[in-house]
């Protein structure tokens, strides 16, 4: 009985009934602000692509590596993502992952996020570009779980690197987990697909 009133203390506090639903109301929001901005944009007879030859969609790849520590064990993460731009301010990453634990089986998958972004140009040959918003990570040997996730990546000529941060939110799907924070790194260069 007390395990019951718990949970339902629990979903009273976050107000979600399940990381599902969480996953959702997050994606429709960056939705919902993303069109908003488009269509203030539009009345104020502003371009909502920052150039006119952009093709939408657009694809282009990232390799990142991470490292953080969950249930007292470090581990170190290393990913291979696909992003699927459908504008200049929303893209659809799907990402590889092998996280490498010490003294532990290690952890395969696939995260997904819908990001939302913001870039900011200094010239043909600099800018930076700050994004964030949810996403849910499928893996082999851990529970399923959503996450969200923010950075800044810095572009000089062909080059970007970038760092952030991605919040894995373990007690929507089970109270007896903690949060895993991890911290990343991006590397990223001219390659499109």
């Avoid at 488009?38 to 502003?46: D, I, K, M, N, T």
């Avoid at 291979?80 to 490498?100: E, K, M, P, Q």
């Avoid at 895993?180 to 499109?192: E, K, M, N, R, V």
């Amino acid at each position: 009985m007390m395990e019951l009133s718990q949970r339902i203390d629990l979903r009273k506090r976050s107000g979600f009934q399940s990381a599902r639903a969480f996953w959702l109301w997050a994606c429709s929001g960056l939705l919902v602000f993303g069109l908003a901005s488009q269509e203030a944009l539009a009345q104020r007879g502003g371009s909502s692509h920052p150039s006119g030859d952009q093709h939408w969609p657009r694809f282009t790849y990232d390799l990142g590596i991470s490292a953080g520590s969950a249930g007292g064990r470090s581990y170190t993460e290393a990913q291979l993502g696909i992003n699927t731009y459908f504008d200049h301010w929303l893209a659809w990453r799907n990402a590889g992952f092998g996280r490498f634990i010490s003294d532990a089986d290690n952890i395969f998958g696939v995260d997904t996020s819908l990001r939302g972004i913001y870039s900011a140009q200094a010239g043909q040959l600099a800018g930076a570009t700050f994004f964030g918003g949810p996403g849910y990570r499928f893996a082999n040997r851990m529970k399923d779980v959503p996450f969200v996730e923010g950075g800044l990546v810095l572009r000089l000529a062909s080059l970007a690197i970038g760092g952030g941060v991605k919040v894995f939110m373990n007690r929507l799907v089970d109270k007896n987990l903690g949060s895993d924070t991890q911290y990343f790194l991006i590397l990223s260069g001219a390659g499109s697909l």
